[in-house]
C-alpha cells in the first residue's frame, strides 16, 4: 500500500481514538477486523505509527503550537513530525509529498526542538519524554531526576512480545524448537525459562500450538507475581480480581493442575476470556464465577490458603504497551483508586484463613498505590502481618527482585513492566 493510503488510515484512526474514552488497542483491533483487506505489513505500519504519535503526542504538540501549526491537517503534521523527528521508519521526503506540498515539508523539518532552558524540571521532563507534568511529578518523589529519565524512556519504548510456557502441555525446549520450526527465534526470559521472548513481532494468536494452550501471552513481570504467591498444590487459592485469568492459569500449572483455584471478577465478557483460555490450557482446578461489586462470596470466608489481590489500579507501569493510556489518566483518579484499593483489600482479607497468605498487586510505578496502600491495611489490620518477599522468590531464585520486603519491578530497571507486590500474612 502507499505512503499516502497508509497515512490516511493512521491519521482517521488516531482521529477516532483521540474522541473515545476506550483504550487504543481494542480500537485498533476494531478498526483492522473491520478491514480486512489490510495486510500484516500494512496493519504494523498503522498500529506503530498511531503507538509513535501517542508516545510523543505532548513533544509533537509542542512542536506544533511553537510554529503555529493550527490546521485541519494537525494530525497529518504530527505524523509528519514523527517520522521527521522521532521514528526509525525509513520514509523518504518524496513519499512524504504524497500527503504534504514539498513547502509544508520544508517547514516542518526546520521546526527546533530545543526546550527552554527557563523550564521547570517537571515542565522539562514532561515535554522531553512527553508525559503529564502531574506524573512526573510523582516520579520525581520517588526516584531522582535522572532515574526518572531513565524510566520514562524505558516507558517509551516497544515491549517485547512474552510468552508463558505452559507446562500442563509442554516445556520451554519443546515450545522454542515449535517456533523456529515456524520461523521465529525466540530467547529465554531474563528471569524464568517459563517466560520466552520472541525476537520478532508476529500474531502469536495464529499459530496452531497457541490455540492447542502450548503458551498464553504475559510480560515477565506478571507471570512472576504468580510465582510471588508460590502457591502450593492442593490449596486453596482465590485471585479476587481476575480479570481476564492470566494469574490463575499461571497458578493452576504451578500447583499442577491439583487444588482449586477461584477465579472472580465483576465483568462477565472478562470471565468468558477465561473460560475459554482455560479449556484451551488443559486445567481443570480453576472455578469461575462472577461476583457483585462490593460483595465477597460468604461461602469463601477464611476458606482459602492464598489470596491474590491483582488491584484495580492506574495501570503506570504498562505503559509501553498501553501509551495511550497516560493522556487518559488523571491525577484526582489515583485518589480514588486508592479508596477502591483500600476497600477490596479490607474486604477480600476475610476470605484467608489464619496462617494463610494475602497477597496484594498492581502494576503501578507509585507509592501512592503500592507501598502506602499497604502501610495503611497494615496499621489498620493487626491480625496481619508483612512477610518478606524474598521468601517466595528465593524458591525460584529470585530473591534479588525484594526490595524494602515488597516484589518491585520496573521496565528502566528490569525490562519488564512495573509490577509491585507485597505478601501479608493472617496471624489471628
Known amino acids: 500500500m502507499k505512503i499516502s493510503s497508509l497515512i490516511g488510515h493512521s491519521t482517521e484512526l488516531y482521529n477516532v481514538i483521540s474522541k473515545s474514552t476506550f ?29 509513535g504519535v501517542l508516545r510523543n503526542k505532548k513533544r509533537l504538540e509542542y512542536l506544533l ?79 531522582s531526576e535522572n532515574e526518572t529519565e531513565q524510566l520514562c524512556q524505558s516507558l517509551n519504548e516497544t515491549a517485547p512480545i512474552t510468552l508463558r510456557v505452559n507446562t500442563l502441555k509442554t516445556n520451554p525446549e519443546e515450545l522454542s ?24 513481532r508476529i500474531n502469536v494468536f495464529s499459530l496452531p500450538f497457541f490455540k492447542d494452550g502450548f503458551f498464553e501471552m504475559q510480560d515477565e513481570g506478571s507471570q512472576i507475581i504468580s510465582l510471588l504467591v508460590d502457591p502450593k498444590p492442593s490449596s486453596i487459592v482465590i485471585d479476587a480480581c481476575s480479570g481476564s485469568g492470566g494469574k ?9 493442575n491439583r487444588g482449586e483455584i477461584f477465579a472472580l471478577d465483576i465483568n462477565e465478557k472478562r470471565l468468558n476470556d477465561i473460560r475459554l483460555r482455560i479449556k484451551r490450557s488443559g486445567a481443570d482446578t480453576i472455578r469461575v464465577r462472577k461476583i457483585i461489586e462490593n460483595e465477597i462470596p ?28 497516560k493522556w487518559q489518566l488523571q491525577e484526582k483518579s489515583i485518589d480514588e483508586l486508592r479508596i477502591k484499593q483500600i476497600s477490596i483489600l479490607n474486604s477480600y482479607s476475610k476470605l484467608v484463613k489464619i496462617g494463610g497468605k494475602l497477597i496484594y498487586a498492581t502494576c503501578s510505578l507509585l507509592k501512592d498505590e503500592n507501598d502506602n496502600i499497604i502501610d495503611k491495611f497494615l496499621s489498620e489490620n493487626k491480625n496481619y502481618k508483612l512477610i518478606d518477599a524474598s521468601l517466595s522468590l528465593s524458591r525460584y531464585g529470585l530473591e534479588k527482585l525484594s526490595k524494602d520486603k515488597y516484589l518491585k519491578m520496573s521496565p528502566h530497571l528490569n525490562g519488564t513492566d512495573g509490577f509491585f507486590g507485597a505478601i501479608m500474612e493472617k496471624i489471628k
Open 23 to 51: 483504550p487504543a488497542d481494542l480500537i485498533i483491533s476494531r478498526y483492522f477486523r473491520e478491514r480486512k483487506y489490510l495486510g500484516s505489513t500494512d496493519r504494523r505500519f498503522i498500529s506503530e505509527t498511531i503507538y
Open 65 to 143: 503550537e511553537q510554529n503555529n501549526y493550527k490546521s485541519e491537517n494537525e494530525t497529518i503534521y504530527r505524523i509528519i513530525i514523527l517520522f521527521l523527528y522521532f521514528s526509525n521508519k525509513n520514509i523518504s521526503e518524496e513519499e512524504l509529498f504524497q500527503v504534504c506540498s514539498k513547502e509544508e515539508i520544508q517547514s516542518l523539518k526546520i521546526l527546533s526542538k530545543v526546550i527552554p532552558t527557563s523550564t521547570s524540571i517537571n515542565e522539562k521532563l514532561s515535554l522531553e519524554y512527553s508525559f503529564p507534568e502531574w506524573l512526573i511529578e510523582k516520579f520525581l518523589l520517588q526516584y
Open 177 to 200: 524448537k515449535k517456533l523456529l520450526e515456524n520461523g521465529i527465534p525466540s530467547s529465554s526470559g531474563k528471569y524464568t525459562n517459563l517466560a520466552v521472548l520472541l525476537n520478532k
Open 248 to 256: 490463575s492459569l499461571a497458578m493452576a500449572a504451578i500447583m499442577k
Open 298 to 325: 460468604t461461602d469463601l470466608i477464611e476458606k482459602a490458603d492464598y489470596v491474590l489481590i491483582d488491584a484495580p489500579c492506574s495501570g503506570t507501569g504498562t505503559l509501553r504497551r498501553n501509551p495511550g493510556m
